[in-house]
């Protein structure tokens, strides 16, 4: 036999094979495949240890299955059809946007809400049903449960005139700010983004190494004083003004923060993408510019060694984000059994007792208030809520989260004092960090190129910095080996002749 | 069915197209095309007239050979003295040298960052050193190796030609132990300062935040241009390429000389 058919023969066994394979499995099930892609460690995986029980008065919630299994046993069991889901994860919106390019199919993707606006104005997301915004239908847990703050935003934004509930649906949100050790830094010095220049602690305090995040940061420090004066924030356009000030990319202040990151740079420790959370428990820095979800996991860690550490959200402004669950027209394709799966998966895990379950497992902030089941705020009470013998208390309303009247008298809790500065301002921000708060849109193509150039310059190593007397020492080190070289080529030369 | 000796190289065909000239193809693609689909050479102009580009391959050719220099200065005298040594059992220790690359990478590295940190106090203080420090680490085995096996192979009759003929212990040394050796200094440099030049897991783990040629690569893939990222790629290669070629002519250059001396 030569070479050809050997090789033509594990060609065709190749292809046999993978015809064969998927074939066997789908024919055997009438089942529903969804692809899901959400970030890393973003869902309960379940196998809590039994002490971990939340033991709340309306009935226990323990995480014994992943989600995304017990998803399958409930579709199945609710909707009499059998339900396969091929869970993977992200690293960063970027690595998604990367994979969806090179080709990879998801039916249901969970980034943050620019890369939701970029995808929207892509036209890459398929709408939500009528069907999923019936709030008669008992097994509509997401549009029963969401908060009517996180709604107002949805509803208030959108992209070439769709406004995001229409295609997207909430999963967790968070504001940015300082996580600090309150040994080392004053609350004053934590609450402003000025933090990061300060030469107090030179060389302690991390940021987040990516160019939205730091760019935010620095507008926030360069604008201080103009954020933080009475006639700025007592004007009635405040939140919209507040939004345009932070989003601002003209080329005068993108080369001003240019100037400002390198600035802050030999001030800084490093810029992190994920160490920061164990530098800061392990105590290498004082202070790490980080989302509220990661803080509260950061303060609960260094909890755990009997090691305090502070929140403090910045008085002139805070990144408020969010990640939402949105469905891709090239992976639902028009198939209407596909599309009901990746909806009831959204409702799913908005139902209250699996939202708690997510937050106690990854820290984050639910978008999910729960509605008329009271078991969100419940379980707010049981984590927060001051003990009978405690001393210092203070009362802390999160009504704008869970109700329409911000004044709502319902949802306020009764809290040890010291959780104004720890996971509850985190995790729930209070009314007035929230009036503080600003989205940040996305950029179109030549604004990103633009933010990104000043990034990659950030980042570089400036080659006008070198002083002369390095390129003189070169030169010179290059000179003596190229005459080193011909002397000896010479005398060999000699030697064979 | 004839099973020729050719057969036996199938897997290895297959796996070179797969996974070697595919890749290769498609990044030569992106290099030369820009977002359109169109050829161009705008990328690779790109690359030398941007200060940040040249900045950049500047530093990390600068950290590469600081930690060449630093792991040759480190291997050559204990490959020399194990492989010159009459100890017996010279292949444990030369196991000793190696085993660290049995341990994960990262797990090396972020132990190492501990013993800085407890050295050094502040780690952000002294970046270029610490990334310094770090490769010399993660790298030196590959230098040790490939010395040690050419020396412990020379003919030690050589050394006592030369001693006969009058020369000293420095003499013999300069003159024909070190010309014989650098075949295997040659391939450890190779093995050294090529990947010294992109491993930026090493820098972002010793927090060090100037971009060198790896996560500047990285960077553009982040901000969605592949296009200049894979003219960087294949800069890179290019220059890989241009030091082999130096490298191999350097060798039959030895051959010659080191022929020559018998």
Redesign the interface.
């Known amino acids: ?3 050809k058919r ?2 033509g023969i ?1 060609l065709l066994a190749a292809l046999l094979a993978g015809i064969a394979a998927p074939a066997t499995v789908s024919a055997a099930k009438n089942e529903v495949v969804l692809r899901i892609c959400n970030w890393e460690e973003y869902i309960d995986l379940g196998g809590w240890e039994d002490e971990e029980v939340i033991d709340l008065e309306s009935g226990d919630i323990f995480g014994e299955n992943s989600l995304v299994d017990d998803f399958a046993e409930w579709y199945e069991e609710t909707y009499n059809i059998p339900v396969r889901v091929e869970y993977s994860t992200f690293g ?1 919106n ?2 998604l ?2 994979m969806l ?1 090179i080709g990879d199919v998801y039916d249901l993707v969970c980034p943050s809400e620019y890369m939701i606006m970029k995808l929207m104005s892509e036209d890459r997301v398929q709408p939500l049903s009528d069907s999923f915004f019936d709030e008669n239908d008992e097994n509509n847990y997401y549009i029963q449960g969401v908060s009517p703050y996180i709604r107002n935003i949805f509803e208030t934004h959108d992209i070439n005139g769709v406004t995001w509930d229409k295609v997207a649906a909430g999963y967790m949100w968070g504001v940015t700010g300082f996580v600090y050790n309150p040994e080392v830094v004053s609350e004053e010095d934590a609450s402003t983004w000025k933090l990061m220049e300060n030469p107090e602690y030179v ?2 305090i991390t940021m987040k ?1 990516n ?1 939205r995040d730091s760019y935010f940061a620095a507008i926030g420090a360069m604008k201080s004083d103009l954020l933080v004066s009475e006639e700025f924030t007592g004007d009635e356009n405040y939140a919209e003004n507040l939004q345009n000030e932070m989003n601002d990319v003209t080329q005068e202040t993108v080369d001003k923060a240019q100037d400002y990151l390198q600035r802050v ?1 030999d001030n ?6 994920d ?1 920061g959370k164990a530098d800061m428990i392990t105590g ?1 820095v004082v202070a790490n510019y980080q989302w509220s979800g990661d803080a509260v996991y950061t303060m609960d860690q260094a909890e755990e060694d009997e090691y305090y550490l502070n929140f403090a959200i910045p008085q002139e402004c805070t990144n408020i984000y969010f990640d939402g669950w949105i469905m891709l027209k090239s992976g639902i394709a028009e198939d209407a059994r596909k599309q009901h799966a990746a909806e009831a998966f959204i409702n799913f895990i908005s139902r209250p007792d699996n939202v708690v379950r997510n937050m106690y497992y990854i820290g984050y902030t639910s978008t999910i208030s729960g509605g008329d089941d009271g078991r969100v705020f419940e379980y707010l009470e049981w984590n927060y809520g001051a003990e009978d013998d405690e001393e210092e208390t203070v009362e802390y309303p999160v009504s704008y989260f869970f109700s329409d009247d911000p004044e709502d008298e319902n949802y306020v809790l009764t809290v040890p004092a010291e959780q104004l500065q720890r996971q509850l301002s985190a995790q729930y921000p209070s009314g007035e960090v929230i009036r503080r708060a600003s989205i940040m849109v996305y950029f179109n193509e030549e604004q ?2 633009m933010i ?1 150039r000043m ?3 950030v ?6 910095s ?1 002083p002369v007397w390095v390129w003189i020492l070169i030169t010179a080190v290059i000179a003596a080996g190229v005459i080193c070289h011909f002397r000896r080529k010479a005398a ?1 030369d000699k ?2 002749s | 069915m004839r099973f020729s000796r050719k057969t036996l190289g199938i897997p290895y065909a297959v796996f070179l197209l797969l996974f070697v000239v595919a890749p290769l193809l498609v990044l030569f693609y992106y290099a030369f095309t820009n977002g359109k689909g169109e050829f161009t050479l705008q990328n690779l102009t790109d690359f030398f007239t941007d200060p940040n580009t040249l900045g950049t391959l500047a530093y990390s050719l600068a950290i590469a050979a600081v930690t060449t220099a630093v792991c040759l200065l480190i291997a050559y005298p204990v490959a020399y003295i194990l492989a010159t040594s009459k100890l017996k059992a010279k292949s444990v220790i030369i196991m000793i040298f190696v085993m660290p690359m049995w341990i994960n990478f990262s797990l090396r590295i972020t132990a190492l960052k501990e013993i800085l940190t407890l050295v050094e106090g502040n780690l952000a203080r002294y970046p270029f050193l610490n990334s310094v420090i770090g490769m010399t680490y993660d790298f030196l085995p590959f230098m040790i190796l490939p010395i040690y096996n050419t020396i412990v192979k020379l003919d030690g009759s050589l050394t006592e030609a030369a001693r006969d003929l009058g020369a000293n212990d420095r003499m013999a040394f300069l003159r024909v132990t070190l010309p014989l050796s650098l075949p295997g200094i040659i391939s450890g440099i190779s093995m050294v300062f090529l990947p010294a030049m992109t491993n930026y897991v090493v820098l972002d783990m010793l927090y060090n935040s100037t971009y060198i040629m790896g996560s500047l690569i990285s960077s553009y893939f982040a901000a969605f241009n592949w296009h200049g990222g894979s003219m960087i790629a294949l800069v890179l290669l290019g220059i890989i390429c241009l030091f082999t070629l130096l490298s191999d002519s350097g060798d039959e250059k030895t051959a010659r000389t080191g022929g020559a001396l018998l």
């Not at chain 1, 800084?268 to 993408?273: K, V, W």
């Open positions: 036999m030569n070479m050997v090789f594990m960063t970027e690595d946007y990367n390019t060389r302690q190494d160019v740079k800084l420790y490093s810029f992190e993408t160490s290498k990103s190129e990104n990034w990659i310059r980042r570089c190593f400036n080659i006008t070198v060999n030697l064979y």
